[in-house]
């Protein structure tokens, strides 16, 4: 019956290294989180539904003539941690687990696939060994092995001290490698065994471990007893990542539904400055805002449709309040005025807050063709399609005086308002007189209406829009 078991052994040999004793399973490794959203634990290499998604975007640009804005194409898609993590919570709580009890039960099971390859190794080792007979002692080598590592009271024991078992076990197996037949092949087998573990005992961590008891009969029962339970476990656990893994799937598919690509331009990152001419002067500086989104389909390639919002505002108009009496129109009635000689300039005084705001709204598409690479699609519709409402006043009063007629003791007076809520005119009320000790002796009142050039205050909106994304993927 010995003899048997012994040859059960060696066969147990090829088939511990054809076929694992365990499936698979998460190891302490594997639980040990690789990003820092995820819950420690567990494996998410067993939840078929990857994270990682959210929030995808590709910067996107849009040009006016010379003033360039920035938005950005995006589409929440797949699922993020936070979103796979809540449904791990869920799933946890709804099974009546923790993050604790499914990484122990991965742990036990790691240590459980190691120590029953130390038991079942044990024995086939020794099967092996029982094979290499000792010179002039009536023992094996299988026989000091058991003595070693199991501590049987056999009488090999009595009659070998620990060290000398060995030595001869490691000798016996050394020079029955260099034979040929049976023999040979059992110390080539046993000497490759135990040439990779250094030395004998082979397998003396064995006694260590979990499910071994004080003889071979008492662990095998104990390690089925073991294994039975650890199934059982392993079963719950597996059900739970099966749960996991289609409410994730679920969740992601229905994200995907939802999802749409959009074009986004937020107002609080677009205000931008440039300079434009105004009634014929130069510098003054102009201020202006982007905002809105158009939207696409559920691929990045596609056409994308919406409204965007383009917000102007005079922010310095100063040149032009300095220099009025320059603008066309004006400038030959200053010319007029200091043709005597003896005109100057009293006062240039606002009578009003100078304010000049346009805000468009126009429908644009987008035909994005690829997603490879700066992309440059085709844009159709134009910013002022939808909607153009202007805001514009002006008003200022200068005086002149003319000394030419002090000796005399006269002086004449010239007074004008322009004012202006046209961007192509600007009216002026004068009144010119010439005063003599108080007394006004003559007056002339008037009413004129200068044509004005907006000149490029609004340039950006006379150039067609140019929008470019960068896919980096």
Not at 275 to 288: A, E, K, Q, Y
Request: net charge negative; proline share 3%; aromatic share 8%.
């Amino acid at each position: 019956m010995k003899q048997i078991k012994r040859i059960i052994a060696c066969l147990l040999v090829f088939l511990l290294a054809a076929c694992p004793l365990f499936p698979a399973v998460g190891s302490p490794a594997a639980a040990q989180p690789h990003n820092t959203a995820e819950i420690v634990g567990i494996d998410y290499d067993r939840i078929t539904q990857k994270a990682g998604g959210g929030l995808k975007t590709y910067p996107v640009e849009l040009k006016l003539g010379d003033v360039t804005f920035n938005g950005e194409l995006s589409a929440d898609i797949g699922l993020t941690y936070e979103e796979l993590n809540e449904i791990i919570r869920q799933t946890l709580t709804e099974k009546g687990l923790t993050a604790e009890r499914v990484a122990l039960v991965a742990k036990i099971a790691s240590r459980a696939q190691r120590d029953a390859a130390l038991y079942w190794g044990d024995q086939v080792l020794e099967g092996l060994l029982s094979y290499l007979k000792i010179p002039k002692t009536p023992f094996s080598v299988g026989d000091y092995y058991d003595a070693v590592v199991h501590r049987s009271a056999a009488s090999a024991e009595k009659t070998l001290s620990i060290t000398g078992a060995k030595n001869a076990a490691k000798a016996v197996i050394q020079k029955a490698a260099t034979k040929g037949g049976k023999l040979g092949k059992v110390g080539k087998v046993a000497k490759s065994v135990t040439n990779t573990v250094g030395s004998l005992p082979l397998f003396g961590a064995i006694e260590n471990t979990v499910m071994v008891a004080n003889d071979w009969n008492n662990g095998s029962k104990r390690f089925e007893e073991y294994t039975e339970l650890l199934e059982e476990n392993l079963a719950v656990i597996s059900d739970f990542y099966a749960a996991c893994s289609r409410r994730a799937v679920e969740m992601a598919e229905s994200k995907d539904e939802q999802t749409a690509w959009v074009i986004r331009f937020d107002k609080q990152n677009n205000s931008r400055t440039y300079i434009g001419t105004f009634w014929g002067i130069p510098g003054n500086l102009m201020s202006c805002t982007l905002s809105g989104e158009l939207t696409g389909g559920k691929e990045k390639e596609g056409a994308y449709s919406g409204t965007l919002w383009l917000d102007l505002e005079a922010a310095d108009l100063s040149p032009v309040e300095r220099n009025l009496e320059n603008t066309p129109g004006l400038a030959a009635f200053k010319n007029l005025i200091y043709s005597t000689g003896g005109y100057r300039k009293v006062s240039d005084t606002a009578l009003s807050k100078t304010v000049l705001r346009r805000e468009v709204q126009g429908e644009l598409t987008v035909y994005v063709t690829n997603s490879s690479g700066t992309v440059r699609p085709e844009v159709a519709g134009s910013l002022t399609s939808g909607g153009d409402e202007l805001t514009f006043s002006f008003a200022r009063k200068l005086e002149w005086h003319d000394d030419t007629m002090a000796a005399l003791g006269a002086r004449g007076i010239t007074e004008a308002s322009f004012t202006s809520s046209d961007l192509t005119s600007v009216t002026m009320r004068s009144s010119s007189r010439v005063t003599q000790g108080g007394e006004v002796k003559t007056q002339q009142d008037s009413t004129e209406v200068f044509g004005q050039d907006p000149g490029t205050v609004f340039s950006p909106l006379d150039k067609k829009p140019v929008i470019t994304i960068g896919f980096s993927d």
